[in-house]
């Protein structure tokens, strides 16, 4: 232990790189979509790392590529010197989902990566047992993880990347499956054995897009766009640990990566969509969280105007989610994003204050004069005998612009608008649009 | 055996159980029963390789007495045929999981030979085996357990490649990102995951199973008469011989012999199987066995097993010390070309294959040969269809009944699941009595047979439905006043309607192969026949007329794929898609 404090004082050699990383999904060229655009960075001894982005901007893509699991399209990966082509010793990974098999028990569990080293079964029992002695875990070595809390399997999740004694630990969105006070005490653990040098790693890349997560836990914050990723920003947190949320140093740095990450969805007008006209790939949202969201809004003490970081706060909503709404009520002209705030139009205002019938109405409106690709089935229904079409069509459209995933996804949203405002109605069975109105 | 349950010894801050290092009477019972198995394993296989000319000497006997051991030989040819199609899946399934080449190739072949009745290719087969151990009757013991292996091996295969297929992405990402060897990733991630899946499969091949170990032990192919001592022979020689008395022994060996098997092999593998089950969240029902439960509280077999884990861990490392010096593979997409070429390769020997079948058909037989095997093919069709129809009549109502009501269901679930196991073609004697004396239409009254044994899984699987129809909608439907039309239409129906769909698709599967043993049959002297493919099939195997028998098992087959893809697979996406509960 003693070593690694001064290891620790040594400074900052450096531990892996990633050089002029790009990736690509899917097949052919036209439907080809770019997850990570020319990323490069590099990860020093002795610091917490924070990968910051929005769903979909290709974090856990990044991750995964650093851990080995994928091969980048373009660009490498070098760990300790040695370029990245697989997965690599001396790299422990935490997962999102746990990840652990429900067919060992936490002993087990805790020992598989040690016995897939090939590491001889006595070495392995104590090495497992110090790792679930240090993670907190004594006394459940003989439960399988159903008998366990999300806690507690997240637990087994960390003893068993570091039983490895691996040099770089990478979490990807460790703690986002876990509820807010069982995520708050596994994080201040896992805070205090780096912060006391215990654990038996050199540096930590986390993966989240919870933004206090990100400030209160690493030396440094890298924000990555959304579509591609892109990393855009770099924060440098020198708060001493344990850092204290209401500490005005704290609230400022977090405010101040709000506006970041809602400033560069300004910019990228004429929508944070990607892709434009029909082609604009659209997110899923419920229709009543739309609504809600501008009730709450035009409600005191907001007036119309809010914070977004006050507002999650309000709203008990991720920051993600509450974006997502944002962004759909922006593109339908119901409210504007901007410097970290978000503002309802007058449209907006009107849409607030409206009973069922007229909310539906205005919302019909809005949906066919601002997003192309409802007004163009809507069009093409209206021009057409039976007043039908099917669904494969306008798939077909979508997929010249898009990979067939996104397709997929943005004609759930449009179904789901669409039959909140009453444009049209979807048959599941037939798979077709209509003018039909059940009466 | 690989994956035994991992013993968890003794580790700090648990108390090692009381006693664990004295003998317990969990020990003795556990003992016992692995000892009674080993003894009658080693006397029955030493029987088994007996040269033809001692059958003779010691034929089938109607006494009583020997139904012990007639019960032994068919059990261990059961057992046999299990291990078969274990090893079968394991490597077969496999290979399609791992190789697009063979993949393009096995699951095809899977899924067709699922559909073959391959009651009807006992014909081949017995010859196939005879002529490979001539004089000995390794030769008809082994046709027999290929049979039973027919009835299980292709569903077991299939359900562990689907398993493969859908290890979950963190699963996979952990084995990859542990760099796992081939073989650790395969008993400790694939196999494990498998494991629900294919217990299921094997218990749901059972009632096949039985079926065959009867149908097999006693055939006629042309001249060649085998008959293996067993259960099935038993059966064949009081048929010969009108004795309705030993009929009856032989219902009450097999009931109890399934009762047995249920209990020491399959309640043990259910409840152990349980733990494979991926979801991560406590269920409120754990299947339960006592001989489960002994085997894990006894200390000695606790230890038998670490010792066995530990044997099976340096043979691992060994294996990884043997690979691991590869370089780290990463995904990479394998050639488009040379899966052109594979395909081109597969459709031409497809193709000579088909070729050769038309030859030798056309050679020995003419069009109206064909044109009788599809006609009598729609007449058991129909008989198929009617029998399903009224099954589902009787049972769908009686399931919901019973399932609905806790008590009922405890008590009727394990009957259906007896019943299911039990081979019909043991009670058919009764049946021809009764149509022989009052000379009932045979082509009416022989079509129950085809029904008999697996009508249980329409009501075992509606049962289960009912049982997990959430409460919530009953209560709301109660509250709402449902008409007993509603309720059963709107309601209970649509709930039900995943599980019937594979009962129902097992009793039809089940059925065709019936049909076989069951549109013929005879008692003493008398035969009593139906018009239909099945009765065609068993004519034409008992006269050694192969060119017929080929015709016939592939109308059949084509009859049951055509069903299967027109009917049930239809029915069965439609419930996945919009009938489950979430």
């Known amino acids: 232990m003693e070593a690694r404090v001064k290891d620790r004082a040594h400074g900052l050699e450096t531990l892996l790189t990633v050089d002029g990383v790009s990736h690509t999904f899917g097949k052919g060229t036209a439907s080809q979509r770019l997850i990570l655009d020319d990323v490069s960075l590099a990860l020093k001894s002795n610091e917490i790392v924070s990968l910051l982005g929005r769903s979909g901007s290709g974090k856990s893509t990044l991750l995964r590529i650093m851990a080995g699991l994928l091969q980048p399209s373009r660009g490498s990966v070098t760990f300790d010197g040695e370029p990245v082509r697989g997965p690599v010793d001396g790299v422990a990974m935490v997962f999102q989902t746990f990840a652990l098999l429900p067919w060992l028990t936490v002993l087990a569990n805790v020992e598989f990566g040690l016995e897939a080293q090939g590491v001889k079964p006595e070495e392995r029992r104590r090495r497992a047992l110090a790792a679930i002695d240090l993670i907190g875990l004594d006394g459940f070595e003989n439960a399988y993880p159903k008998e366990l809390s999300g806690g507690m399997r997240q637990r087994v999740g960390f003893a068993r990347a570091l039983v490895t004694h691996p040099k770089l630990l990478l979490m990807d969105e460790p703690f986002s499956a876990l509820d807010v006070l069982t995520a708050e005490t596994l994080r201040t653990d896992l805070l205090d054995l780096w912060v006391e040098g215990r654990l038996p790693i050199r540096a930590i890349l986390l993966v989240t897009h919870n933004i206090e997560e990100a400030v209160l836990m690493s030396d440094r914050i890298l924000l990555l766009s959304s579509n591609p990723g892109k990393i855009t920003a770099e924060f440098k947190v020198s708060l001493p640990h344990p850092r204290n949320r209401l500490d005005p140093t704290f609230r400022a740095l977090v405010d101040d990566i709000y506006k970041r990450m809602t400033a560069r969805a300004d910019v990228a007008r004429p929508g944070v969509f990607p892709g434009l006209g029909i082609g604009m790939i659209l997110q899923r949202v419920s229709s009543n969280a739309l609504a809600g969201l501008t009730e709450a809004l035009a409600a005191p003490p907001y007036n119309g105007r809010a914070d977004l970081p006050d507002l999650t706060q309000a709203l008990q909503l991720e920051l993600d989610d509450l974006l997502r709404l944002a962004e759909m009520l922006q593109l339908l002209r119901f409210a504007e994003l901007a410097e970290g705030d978000v503002k309802l139009t007058e449209a907006g205002r009107r849409f607030a204050g409206m009973g069922v019938d007229e909310r539906k109405e205005l919302f019909r409106q809005h949906l066919i004069t601002h997003i192309p690709i409802i007004a163009h089935i809507r069009r093409v229904l209206d021009e057409r005998p039976t007043h039908r079409a099917p669904v494969a069509r306008f798939r077909d459209e979508l997929e010249d612009h898009m990979d067939e995933e996104s397709a997929e996804e943005t004609l759930r949203a449009v179904v789901s608008l669409a039959r909140y405002g009453e444009v049209f109605a979807f048959d599941e069975q037939s798979n077709t649009f209509s003018l039909d109105n059940p009466t | ?582």
């Open chain 2, 1 to 582: 055996m690989i994956f035994l349950p991992r013993p968890a010894g003794p580790v700090p801050g648990t108390r090692p159980e009381a006693g664990a290092s004295i003998p317990s009477r969990y020990d003795l019972l556990a003992f016992t029963i692995l000892f009674a198995v080993l003894i009658a394993a080693i006397h029955g296989s030493r029987e088994m390789e007996q040269p033809l000319a001692a059958l003779e000497l010691a034929p089938v006997s109607l006494s009583p007495q020997n139904l012990y051991e007639y019960a032994l030989l068919s059990t261990l040819r059961m057992f046999a045929a299990i291990i078969a199609s274990l090893i079968f899946t394991f490597v077969v399934a496999t290979l399609a999981a791992k190789s697009r080449k063979a993949e393009l190739v096995i699951v095809p072949a899977l899924d067709i030979l699922q559909s073959v009745p391959v009651l009807g290719f006992l014909s081949f087969t017995v010859t196939f085996f005879m002529g490979l151990f001539p004089g000995s009757r390794l030769g008809a013991e082994l046709a027999a357990i290929f049979a039973i292996f027919t009835s299980q091996a292709w569903n077991m295969a299939f359900s562990f490649y689907q398993s493969l297929r859908t290890i979950p992405k963190d699963l996979d990402e952990v084995s990859r990102h542990f760099r796992l060897s081939g073989w650790m990733r395969f008993w400790r991630i694939e196999a494990p995951f498998a494991t629900p899946g294919l217990v299921w499969n094997t218990m749901m091949s059972m009632s096949g199973g039985w079926f065959f170990v009867v149908a097999s032990e006693a055939i006629t192919v042309g001249d060649t008469k085998v008959v293996l001592p067993g259960l099935g022979s038993y059966l064949a020689l009081a048929i010969e011989k009108e004795d309705l008395t030993a009929v009856a022994w032989a219902i009450f060996a097999m009931g109890i012999v399934i009762l047995i098997y249920d209990q020491l092999v399959f309640r043990p593998i259910v409840a152990w199987a349980d733990k494979f089950r991926a979801e991560q969240t406590a269920t409120s029902e754990k299947p339960r066995s006592w001989v489960y439960d002994i085997f894990r509280r006894s200390g000695l077999l606790r230890f038998a097993g670490a010792q066995f884990s530990e044997i099976s861990d340096w043979f691992g490392r060994a294996i990884l010390a043997a690979t691991r010096r590869r370089a780290p593979t990463v995904a990479q997409t394998p050639g488009r070309w040379g899966d052109y070429v594979w395909t081109g390769v597969v459709i031409a020997a497809a193709g000579w294959g088909l070729w050769t079948i038309i030859a030798f058909v056309r050679t020995n037989l003419g069009m109206d040969d064909v044109i009788t095997a599809f006609a009598l093919g729609l007449v058991t069709l129909l008989r198929v269809l009617v029998l399903i129809a009224l099954a589902s009549l009787i049972w769908v109502p009686l399931g919901v009944w019973i399932g609905l009501r806790p008590w009922a269901a405890e008590r009727v679930q394990p009957l259906a699941q007896f019943l299911a196991a039990f081979p019909a073609n043991v009670l058919f004697p009764f049946f021809v009595v009764v149509i022989a004396t009052f000379h009932l239409n045979p082509n009416v009254w022989l079509s129950p047979l085809m029904i008999l044994g697996t009508q249980w899984y329409i009501l075992f699987n509606v049962i289960a439905g009912a049982s997990a129809f959430p409460n919530d909608l009953r209560e709301a439907a109660t509250l709402m006043k449902a008409s007993p039309r509603q309720w059963w239409r709107d309601v209970i129906l649509p709930g039900v309607f995943p599980y019937y769909v594979t009962g129902a698709l097992t009793a039809a599967g089940g059925s065709w192969n019936a049909s076989i043993v069951a549109e013929v049959v005879s008692w003493g002297s008398t035969k009593i026949e139906a018009a239909g493919l099945g009765a065609y099939i068993a004519k034409a195997t008992e006269a050694g007329d192969m060119a017929r028998v080929v015709l016939s098992i592939t109308v059949m087959s084509l009859f049951v794929m055509a069903l299967n893809r027109l009917l049930w697979r239809r029915l069965y996406r439609f419930a996945e898609h919009r009938l489950r509960f979430e």
